[in-house]
């Protein structure tokens, strides 16, 4: 069962901006590692970005560097993904992630620390990018 709650999907068009939300009622985000992981159809699950609990820089991915930006508001319980410049290419299922697990934020590109490190998980927000 799911215990984080993505929302913000949709259709857009290229170039055009979403912006994702990723929350909990059922625990503390600011004490996880937060990351964004997308999958497009037939293909594989990618680890797009990522913001540690504490000190240490947000990670992203070269896929999307540059035009997407992870932040996380504590008083919310929720951590965004703000996506800018969005191409066909981003179209894709995209989740959110925790873990309490000390682990370098550039660790989620390993699909291993996807699949043992990061325990919760939510039940995915479509995006689909299409003129």
């Known amino acids: 069962q799911a215990r984080l709650v993505e929302s913000g999907g949709g259709l857009v068009e290229p170039g055009g901006s979403l912006r994702l939300s990723c929350a909990t009622s059922?625990?503390?985000?600011?004490?996880?590692?937060v990351g964004w992981f997308r999958q497009a159809p037939g293909g594989e699950r990618e680890g797009i970005s990522c913001?540690?609990?504490?000190?240490?820089?947000?990670f992203y991915a070269d896929s999307v560097k540059g035009r997407f930006t992870t932040s996380r508001d504590n008083a919310k319980n929720t951590v965004y993904l703000q996506m800018n410049g969005l191409k066909p290419e981003d179209t894709a299922v995209y989740y959110c992630?925790?873990?309490?697990?000390?682990?370098?934020?550039?660790?989620?590109?390993?699909?291993?620390?996807?699949?043992?490190?990061?325990?919760?998980w939510g039940q995915g927000t479509q995006v689909t990018v299409s003129s």
């Open positions: 992630a925790s873990t309490e697990v000390v682990v370098p934020c550039s660790q989620i590109t390993d699909a291993l620390t996807q699949t043992i490190i990061f325990g919760n």
């Open positions: 059922e625990f503390t985000l600011a004490k996880s590692n």
């Open positions: 913001i540690p609990s504490s000190t240490g820089n947000t």
